[in-house]
């Protein structure tokens, strides 16, 4: 009954992400463990929330006062919702009989960074899914870093580490969200040489401020068109350039915050007294980003490595010709050159830290997230299935 | 670095009860799994909440809008207390590092039946109590039953069945907690014909009844002395046994709503209205309390059956005398006649379901629950210390 440890499992990924759109769905196939670790990505979709569903999440996420019966059914219907999808994307491949295990991020509602108390909550019940599926689910990625100490975040660092490093080059996997960060993946180097940060601002502020020109009617900046038509204000980038954020070393992280919707209604003020165009404000901003994490590539790589882009921002061209600019002669590439479809790094991520968690293998995260801990990140629930759980010989 | 399956774990078992007071903490040895399983008690206590926590939890808990950044960090500091629970009841024996797990059922702060849309949220973080221990813990065990059609509860009948049945008796474990309920053990029988249910009102309702006559100043009726004081009105009693609850056929459940606070007051208004005493209020109410149990007990058993009794009622005088007389052949006796101290048979059971779980053993609960699964209940939060977990070899 039990598997055997050569052959490969199949994992599905599974994550809602905080634009709260739908549930990514990756089905993996995953052979061995830590360095000797091969995946294979088999299927990858994103199944869209119902508008309804949206709503509730919406409501649910942030602080404050929220109904308590309605999180508790939200949690169950969220559950319910990924359990969909993971049945969604095995049909193509034959059915969840042959998945051996599902990871599930779940949705983000609530994250306490550890100098706010530390706690992070992700919904979408695990029994649920291991019900409704019949696949044994491993969640609460975040909970055990919080709970030794660390930010809970990031955790795709370990993956892409994983999946992304080379022996020969040196790489940096640039993801530009609603905040940007990258993973450093020195040519040969073991994860303990990994590191993984913030560089400053992402799609968020350039997000606000598409949304602030066009009075609501467009939420980004479509191929990054609008910057591409402006042109830059050298001082305004200058002056955004001294930021304090980017002269702290790191590790560090930051958030929308000091990148987001605060900081883009200021400049916009600013732009509009200064008779300064929309175009031009977008491609200094667009500008901004990409200096942000071309001054970080730069410091921590040398000239021969290649940068991996992906997020919403990998498909904003004034962008990546900006940043393509800063971090010369390093090539600028997309992520789907090693292999993995950008969209699906995420649910890619969540089903090998399923896997690994499996094979009980933990990654030290001092210089990642700050946590004092290297203990295997989730917690597992079974369903159905018989399963064989053996504990460590306790010490005198 | 794996146990031996020979080998007893060492398990702690933690709860806080609807009441709110503390952690109990039972520390137990246990062999072997399902019909072969054998369980000591090493130790036992409760460590009681301090003031501020208590009202955060009494603050947290039931329906309507709380804070969501409150919850979270309630959840966390919570699992920091259950944690030096564990730690407190470890010292004693050598330390945690003796400790080979931990079941924790964490505080209930919802439950929302199935009919209601099921759902039960249990706040104490595992992922704290494993990082603050390094002992591996076993939490969440009323989800799989929820997400399997199931009430969530009751869940003890597994642990009574495992512990208290016998060979040669007929057993049944009268529990007289906020609600009464029983577990049915025919003598020999296998878990399949093991039963458990509700069996009406509990101390909820003579609680509420000492605090109405008191004006607050007492939460209960200690020993019974008040209701021994009273005489039973013979038709009041006659009348409440009519309740629609008691004809209805087992597997059954009520609560406070029905058998608390509203019924309480109503009848005090009753008794005011037509000069009734207070003692013999009680009176009535508590041989009510005992009627149910007894003819429930009549129905599921014969003459030669042992009842056994625990929860707060166990230490109501008035309380046990009419029960003996209501089941009379059969004898009533303390629990901790079968070697487990009343109050330490929940911290018990959970230590013994995270032993359960850690086998692999799940047990059909449709005619406890109603749950349509066997899967085991639970999840598994690792902490550092190494395991093997593996996986049943999926289908075709």
């Known amino acids: 009954m039990v598997v055997s440890s050569g052959r490969p499992l199949r994992v599905i990924g599974l994550l809602s992400g905080t634009s709260m759109d739908g549930v990514d769905a990756a089905l993996v196939e995953v052979r061995g463990t830590g360095d000797r670790l091969r995946a294979r990505l088999l299927d990858f979709r994103t199944f869209p929330f119902a508008r309804g569903d949206r709503e509730r999440l919406r409501a649910a996420a942030g602080r404050g006062p929220k109904d ?75 909970a055990a870093d919080v709970a030794a100490g660390g930010e809970g975040a990031p955790l795709l660092p370990i993956t892409d580490y994983l999946l992304f490093r080379s022996k020969a080059e040196d790489r940096v996997i640039l993801n530009v969200g609603g905040i940007a960060n990258i993973t450093v993946l020195p040519a040969g180097a073991s994860w303990e040489r990994t590191s993984a940060y913030d560089t400053g601002p992402g799609n968020a502020l350039i997000d606000r401020l598409a949304s602030i020109f066009s009075k609501g009617k467009r939420s980004f900046d479509a191929g990054g068109a609008w910057a591409s038509r402006g042109r830059t204000d050298g001082d305004l980038l200058d002056r955004l350039l001294e930021h304090p954020f980017l002269r702290r070393r790191p590790p560090k992280s930051t958030g929308t915050e000091t990148f987001g919707d605060e900081l883009a209604r200021g400049l916009a003020r600013e732009a509009s007294r200064a008779r300064m165009s929309a175009e031009d404000l977008l491609a200094t901003v667009t500008d901004y980003t990409a200096a942000c994490a071309g001054r970080e590539i730069r410091r921590a790589t040398g000239p021969g490595a290649s940068v991996y882009v992906c997020g919403g921002g990998a498909r904003n061209r004034a962008l990546l010709r900006t940043l393509a600019r800063e971090v010369a002669p390093r090539a600028v590439r997309p992520l789907e050159e090693l292999g993995i479809p950008a969209d699906a790094r995420e649910a890619v991520g969540f089903a090998l830290l399923a896997s690994e968690f499996v094979h009980g293998a933990g990654y030290p995260m001092r210089r990642v997230t700050g946590a004092r801990s290297a203990a295997p990140l989730g917690s597992f629930t079974p369903g159905p299935r018989p399963f064989r759980l053996r504990l460590a010989a306790r010490g005198k």
Chains 1, 2 share one sequence.
């Open 68 to 142: 308590s019966a309605e999180r508790a059914l939200l949690d169950a219907r969220l559950g319910e919702l990924f359990a969909r999808a993971a049945l969604g994307i095995a049909r193509r491949s034959g059915g969840v009989g042959r998945v051996d295990l599902i990871g599930s991020h779940g949705q983000t509602i609530l994250h306490l960074p550890a100098r706010r108390g530390g706690a992070t909550v992700q919904i979408g019940s695990a029994a649920r899914i291991a019900a409704a599926t019949g696949v044994p689910t491993v969640h609460d990625f975040r």
